[in-house]
Every structure is written in structure tokens, then in C-alpha cells.
């Protein structure tokens, strides 16, 4: 069962990231207060906004930074593939200390931005759940499925409930012929982002973010008890000119397998 909510006080981690900055304008109705937090300066505060610099791996930082907040919608840390060191700091260690917070602030749920690119290496021809086997195509992916597992952990052993959400592609319009498969409208975001926290119950479960295409290779079934049904499709851009015109090689490991180009690039650090 889901029921309409208003929350208190929700924080928005990687505010000045591309979804981060999103989410924030299309959420702002939904909670009396939204702290943002980013590394780097948000500008244009509304009312009832307040921005909180803070590096995800300092753990004092965070701490403080959890304090008095009833909801976390977690996009913070490094967006993409990069160093070992970069991803370990924002994205594993970024992790931890915010589970770590939640536990002892007292927060019960989270919405964790994962990614697709945590199964990156199952072939388009798949149709994967929630069950489904994770393959990184990249350290990037690996940092996610870490941070799946952790919030698997904080559940199990503390309560705190996490809806782990594997985002696909979310732009205002697919950016190549793979994101009509993966594609999630903003709209659909922001319904999933509500739904997650009306659940009476939400327990640590995978979801994927995905709209409602007619390409998929993500099965929600898991997830249906939450409510969520994507209301956009990718449909409507499947004649745009600039797909139609793509040039594609089946054979091509980016074509091949879900994750794309994170598949076939190479190792960031060569």
C-alpha cells in the first residue's frame, strides 16, 4: 500500500550534479525542507532550501550533515567512471559514511541512486530482475554494487530500509539508439522518488529505473508492490532522425551488452 506524504526535512546528496539538480526543482513542493549537499557551491536557493557543503568521505562531515533529516534521496559521490581513488572516496567510502549517519541519526529510509552499469555485462538479449546476477561493466559499476550490498547489510542487521534504484538513462530525450531501451523521463524519476518513501513497507529492494519503453531488458516485478508505474515511453523519440541515422555494430561489444560504452572502454587508469 502507498498513501500520499509530505516530508519535513529530505536531503539531496550530489545536488549540483545533473540529477541531483533535477530532482531538487521537481521535488521542491514535496518537503517543508530540502538540504542540499555537493562538493561543489549550489546556487539560487528557494525558500525553503539550504545547501551544505560536504565531501562525502569525511565522515564527520556527513555525520553532521545527516542530523535532523526524516529522508535521504542519495545522488552524491563520482557519477562515472574514473580513478580507483576518486570512486573509492566519493562513492565507496561516500557510502559507508552515510549509512553510518543514517544509523545514527535515526534515519529508516533511503533512496540510493545505483546504476545500470551494475549489470553492464549481461547481453541485451537478457531480461534481468531483481534477482539477477550483478556484472560490472566498470570500477564505477563495481562501487554501486558495493553500495547495494551495503545497504543489504544496514537492513539486514539495523532496519534501514533502501530502495536501490538502478537508474538506465535519464535525460529529457534518449542521447542514442541503446537509451530507447533504458531511457527513464524525469517525470517517472520523480513519481519513483515519491513513491519509494509512501510504501508502508519498502524492506531493501532493487528497482529499476526505467520507463515504460517498448525496448526493456528490466523486469520490475519485484518492485510492484511500491506502486510505481512509469507513465513515459521512449516511444515517441523511436523516429527521431538522429537515432534513426546511428550507425550500429551488432558485433560490437557496446552494442552487445547492456552497460554500453562502459563495456567497451578501456581500464580508465591505463
Known amino acids: ?6 516530508m519535513k526535512r529530505v536531503l539531496i546528496t550530489g545536488a549540483a550534479g545533473h540529477l541531483g539538480n533535477v530532482m531538487r526543482s521537481r521535488l521542491n513542493d514535496w518537503a517543508t525542507e530540502i538540504r542540499l549537499s555537493d562538493i561543489a557551491k549550489v546556487d539560487d536557493l528557494k525558500a525553503n532550501e539550504q545547501y551544505v557543503h560536504c565531501d562525502l568521505g569525511d565522515a564527520d562531515a556527513v555525520m553532521s550533515l545527516v542530523e535532523g533529516c526524516d529522508a535521504i534521496v542519495h545522488f552524491g559521490g563520482v557519477s562515472t567512471e574514473n580513478t580507483f581513488d576518486s570512486i573509492l572516496h ?11 549517519a543514517a544509523r545514527k541519526n535515526g534515519v529508516k529510509r533511503i533512496f540510493f541512486a545505483s546504476s545500470n552499469h551494475v549489470i553492464g555485462f549481461h547481453e541485451r538479449e537478457t531480461l534481468l530482475d531483481a534477482h539477477s546476477p550483478m556484472r560490472p561493466d566498470s570500477v564505477y559499476g563495481l562501487s554501486k554494487g558495493f553500495g547495494e550490498l551495503l545497504a543489504q547489510y544496514y537492513y539486514d542487521k539495523f532496519g534501514i530500509e533502501s530502495a536501490l534504484v538502478r537508474i538506465g538513462s535519464c535525460f529529457p530525450k534518449p542521447r542514442n539508439r541503446r537509451m530507447l531501451s533504458t531511457w527513464l523521463s524525469e517525470g517517472d524519476l520523480t513519481d ?3 513513491k519509494v518513501y509512501a510504501a508502508d513497507r519498502l524492506g531493501c529492494t532493487v528497482i529499476y529505473g526505467v520507463s515504460d ?3 526493456t531488458w528490466w523486469d520490475n516485478r519485484y518492485a510492484k508492490f511500491i506502486g510505481w508505474t512509469p507513465k513515459d515511453s521512449s516511444a515517441v523519440f523511436e523516429n527521431e532522425a538522429y537515432l534513426q541515422e546511428e550507425q550500429t555494430d551488432p558485433n560490437d561489444p557496446a552494442v552487445r551488452f547492456q552497460g554500453g560504452l562502459f563495456v567497451s572502454a578501456g581500464h580508465y587508469e591505463d
Request: net charge positive.
Open 90 to 100: 566519493g562513492n565507496i567510502k561516500g557510502s559507508y559514511n552515510l549509512y553510518e
Open 1 to 6: 500500500m502507498t498513501r500520499e506524504v509530505k
Open 213 to 215: 519503453n517498448p525496448s
Open 192 to 194: 519513483l522518488i515519491k
